[in-house]
């Protein structure tokens, strides 16, 4: 397996599912529509959407019901960096090398955006009901995405690490923090991959575990990247989080061994994901691009 070349061809699809599924420029609401497609468009490696599919032809998947997930997946993603961008919260002009929403279209249309990308996501997974023969495995998998997108997942973990901003934190709640805000958007796409492919429930737990551990490391290597990346590279300023007073794993326990529970982190998932039947080594293998990733 070459997988640089087969990343790239997933990548591909995943952008022409994503594009697929984007609001029409029209109407009166035409702006937002704008907003949201910018914001979609506007780069980066759709690792989300790549994680979900692989998930899916893992666990034996062959219909097409995992195709509005996987956009939705990216929905979601793109609504959360929006509004970290915003002056509110990181206050950041740019994000992948190009200027971030609010300052594009406006701080209200910025907010807008975000809004209805995320409500746009879960009218994009309802679509999957009329594109599978288990409907029952698409109202699971809208579940997972449920839990791990609100207030138990991705926006539980923002609203604590916005609240303890620039305040000091201990280790378990900066884990927190990293399990909720990063980790719940990684578990939401394995899990819900293998449970449109019918796995049972022993190996959702299994991707969930998988999941948990890759968005640690992921953003650990974020952390230090932040000290140790290039802006030109990374698409967005480094040192934003010392600008911004943000207890990092750097902070609290240096960069060596930051470095280390990344590799940690990253071995014990890609053996979560080996134990599954079928041929892992793609998904092993992304999981090993993402933690050791320079941008």
Not at 152 to 173: E, F
Not at 243 to 267: P, Q
Request: charged share 25%; proline share 3%.
């Amino acid at each position: 397996m070459n997988f640089q070349n087969e990343l790239e061809q997933r990548t591909q699809k995943a952008l022409k599912v994503i594009e697929h599924y984007l609001p029409a420029e029209e109407g009166f609401a035409s702006e937002l529509a704008a907003a949201m497609n910018y914001s979609m468009l506007a780069g980066g490696k759709r690792l989300r959407p790549v994680m979900l599919m692989a998930s899916y032809e893992l666990c034996g998947g062959t219909e097409r019901v995992h195709e509005p997930f996987m956009a939705a997946i990216e929905m979601i993603h793109t609504h959360s960096l929006i509004h970290d961008d915003l002056p509110a919260l990181d206050n950041d002009d740019y994000r992948r090398g190009r200027l971030t929403t609010h300052k594009v279209y406006g701080e209200a249309m910025g907010v807008l955006s975000g809004d209805a990308l995320l409500n746009y996501a879960y009218e994009t997974m309802l679509r999957s009901f009329s594109m599978t023969a288990y409907p029952d495995r698409a109202a699971r998998a809208m579940q997972v995405m449920a839990e791990k997108t609100g207030i138990g997942g991705m926006l539980g973990g923002q609203s604590v690490d916005v609240m303890n901003d620039g305040k000091p934190l201990s280790r378990d709640m900066l884990d927190y923090i990293y399990r909720n805000k990063t980790s719940a958007l990684i578990e939401a796409p394995l899990m819900a991959g293998a449970i449109l492919a019918g796995a049972d429930d022993k190996i959702a737990e299994r991707f969930r575990a998988a999941g948990t551990a890759v968005g640690l490391a992921f953003q650990i290597r974020d952390d230090i990247l932040d000290v140790t990346g290039d802006a030109g590279e990374i698409g967005k300023p480094v040192h934003s989080d010392e600008k911004n007073h943000k207890v990092t794993y750097v902070s609290l326990v240096g960069l060596e061994k930051a470095d280390e529970e990344v590799r940690r982190l990253s071995v014990e998932a890609a053996a979560l994901i080996r134990q599954t039947e079928g041929d892992s080594r793609f998904l092993e293998a992304l999981i090993l691009e993402l933690t050791s990733r320079n941008k």
